[in-house]
C-alpha cells in the first residue's frame, strides 16, 4: 500500500500544498510548529477518521476558514484508491471515498491502511490500560470493520448498563440488569476473541522487531490480562456468569466492574515490566517494536505493508538504534518528520519534502 498524494486546504496551518511521495523512505523536515506533524496527522485522518492529536475535528479547521479539507490518493493491490474528508467549524466532517459520499465513519476503514508513531505514543508503554487498549482497538479496526462496530456496540451497551447501575430504583435494576447482561457479554466475547488472537500474532513479531533494533541486546515479550479464554461461545458465558456474580458490587459502586473495557497488555524487557522499569529509551524503543509488529500483522492479513508513518521518532534513539530501525524498514513506505534529516542515518535514497510556516519550500 503506497500514499501518493496529499493534499491538504485550510487545513492547520496550511492554506493550500500538495504532498507527492515516494515509495520508500519521505523525510518532512523542518522547525518546530512549522507543520510537519499536521501533514502527518491528515493521513492517519485519511486511514481511520480519527487524529491521535485533536479532540475535536474543528480543530484542524485554520483561523478564519470556512472548512478545511483533505485529500489523498493511494495505490493498492486492488487498484487506486482516493480518500476525503471535509472538516467544518460547526457540524461534524463528511467522507467521500472515491468520489462517493459515506454515511457511517466505519466505511471509511480499510481503504487505506497506515500505522502512526509519535513521541505520544509512548503512553503506550508508560501510562494506563486505556492506551493500550486504544493502540489494538484502533490497529484491529483497520484490520476489521466487524471489529470496529462490535466495539461501537459494545461500548454503547457498557454506557447504557452503567446508567441503570447508577439509578436510585434498585427494582428496575435487579429486573432489567440480566438483559444487559446478556447483550454485554455477547459484544464483549467478540472483541476478547479478536484481541487474544491479535496479541497471539503480534507478540513474535513485536519480539522480532526489538531484537533487530537493539541489535540482541534486549528480549521484548507480551501477554495479554484478560480474565476471560476459550472460544467465543465459551468467553461469552463465562463473561456473562461473572457479571451476573458481580451485580452486588456492581450496583454498590455504580459502574461494571468487569469486561474488555479493563483489560491490559503486560509490556517486559529482559523479564522486567518496562513500564515500571525500562528507561525512556528502552519505553520508546518497545513502542516503536509494537509499531513495526502492528505493521507486520497488516502485511499477514492483507498482503501488503500499510503507510508507516514515524513522527519524531527518532529523536531519542542513538545512532546505532536509529541505523537498525531504517534498515528494518525495507519495503514499506515510512514517512518520518524530524527537524534535520542529518540525524538520520544514510540507509537509502529519500525523499526530503522541506517544511516552514504551512509551505513546502524544497
Known amino acids: 500500500m503506497l500514499i501518493k498524494k ?17 515509495d520508500g523512505i519521505n523525510i518532512i523536515s523542518g522547525g518546530n510548529a512549522q507543520g510537519k506533524t499536521n501533514s502527518a496527522e ?13 479532540t475535536r475535528d474543528k480543530q484542524v479547521v485554520r483561523y478564519g476558514a470556512d472548512f478545511a479539507n ?17 472538516f467544518y467549524p460547526d457540524k461534524n466532517k463528511s467522507v467521500k471515498i472515491n468520489g462517493v459520499p459515506v454515511s457511517k465513519i466505519g466505511e471509511l476503514l480499510g ?13 503506550l ?23 470496529f462496530y462490535a466495539l461501537q456496540k459494545y461500548k454503547k451497551i457498557l454506557s447504557q448498563r452503567n446508567n441503570l447501575l447508577k439509578s436510585d430504583d434498585k427494582d428496575v ?39 533487530a533494533v537493539t541489535g540482541g541486546a534486549e528480549k521484548l515479550s507480551l501477554s495479554g ?25 456492581d450496583v454498590e459502586r455504580g459502574h461494571t466492574t468487569i469486561g474488555p473495557h479493563r483489560d491490559d497488555i503486560k509490556i517486559k524487557v529482559n523479564g522486567e515490566d518496562v513500564r515500571v522499569y525500562g528507561s525512556q529509551g528502552q519505553q520508546r524503543t518497545a513502542a516503536l517494536s509494537l509499531k513495526l509488529a502492528e505493521t507486520e500483522i497488516f502485511k499477514s492479513e492483507f498482503g ?14 542513538d545512532a546505532d538504534r536509529r541505523g537498525r530501525l531504517l534498515s528494518s524498514l525495507s519495503g514499506i513506505q515510512t514517512i518520518i518528520t524530524c527537524t534535520e534529516p542529518d540525524g538520520i542515518p544514510q540507509h537509502e535514497k529519500y525523499n526530503n519534502i522541506k517544511i516552514k510556516a504551512g509551505k513546502i519550500y524544497e
Open 6 to 22: 496529499l493534499v491538504l486546504s485550510d487545513y492547520r496551518n496550511y492554506s493550500k500544498e500538495e504532498f507527492a511521495y515516494s
Open 42 to 54: 491528515a493521513i492517519f485522518y485519511l486511514c481511520t477518521g480519527y487524529s491521535p492529536r485533536a
Open 70 to 86: 483533505v485529500y489523498g490518493e493511494a495505490e493498492t493491490r486492488f487498484g487506486k484508491t482516493s480518500v476525503e474528508i471535509t
Open 111 to 123: 481503504n487505506i491502511n497506515s500505522v502512526f508513531f509519535s513521541p505520544e505514543e509512548l503512553k
Open 125 to 147: 508503554v508508560k501510562e494506563s490500560p486505556e492506551d493500550r487498549r486504544r493502540f489494538m482497538d484502533i490497529s484491529l479496526s483497520q484490520l476489521s470493520k466487524g471489529y
Open 173 to 211: 435494576i435487579y429486573a432489567t440488569l440480566p438483559i444487559w447482561d446478556r447483550q454485554l457479554a455477547e459484544a464483549g466475547a467478540k472483541i476478547i476473541k479478536r484481541r487474544t488472537e491479535f496479541l497471539e500474532k503480534l507478540s513474535p513479531f513485536a519480539a522480532a522487531a526489538h531484537d
Open 225 to 249: 490480562e484478560t480474565e476471560f479464554s476459550g472460544d467465543e461461545k465459551e468467553i461469552e458465558e463465562a463473561f456473562y456468569t461473572a457479571l451476573s456474580e458481580r451485580t452486588e458490587t
Open 304 to 317: 501488503e505493508y500499510p503507510v508507516l508513518i514515524l513522527d519524531d521518532a527518532m529523536s531519542e534513539l
